[in-house]
């Protein structure tokens, strides 16, 4: 019902800042939970961050909390994902989704919806 396309992925250094965006069409995109994950080759797909449709509530994994920040704007049916002091353990592919039933949590099993991704990479 959504269709969901990531931007902004690139290349940084180890200890910058990058900030990844994900576009909402084709949906009501304030019904809908929003989240990102990420995959590195080779290793499962992994919850990175989520933010709920009421109130706009921020859960995140011990990995990137206190480092990065997901938001959504949603008169632009966007949502973002800054990425501050990064590592080059973040490197992977950083997939957006959207679910509109209860909330998701951090399995991507709870997410309907999925971008195709866009690529992060940190160098050392």
């Known amino acids: 019902q959504v269709q969901l396309v990531e931007s902004g992925g690139g290349l940084v250094q180890a200890g910058g800042s990058l900030r990844v965006s994900c576009a909402a069409s084709?949906?009501?995109?304030?019904?809908?939970?929003m989240g990102w994950f990420r995959q590195a080759p080779g290793k499962e797909r992994d919850f990175v961050a989520t933010?709920?449709?009421?109130?706009?509530?921020?859960y995140y994994s011990e990995s990137v909390k206190g480092r990065f920040t997901i938001s959504r704007d949603n008169a632009k049916n966007t949502v973002y994902l800054q990425m501050n002091s990064l590592k080059p353990e973040d490197t992977a592919v950083y997939y957006c989704?959207?679910?509109?039933?209860?909330?998701?949590?951090?399995?991507?099993?709870?997410?309907?919806?999925w971008g195709q991704g866009t690529q992060v990479t940190v160098s050392s």
């Open positions: 989704a959207a679910d509109e039933r209860g909330f998701p949590g951090s399995s991507p099993r709870e997410y309907e919806y």
């Open positions: 084709g949906g009501t995109f304030r019904s809908y939970h």
């Open positions: 933010i709920t449709r009421n109130f706009g509530i921020t």
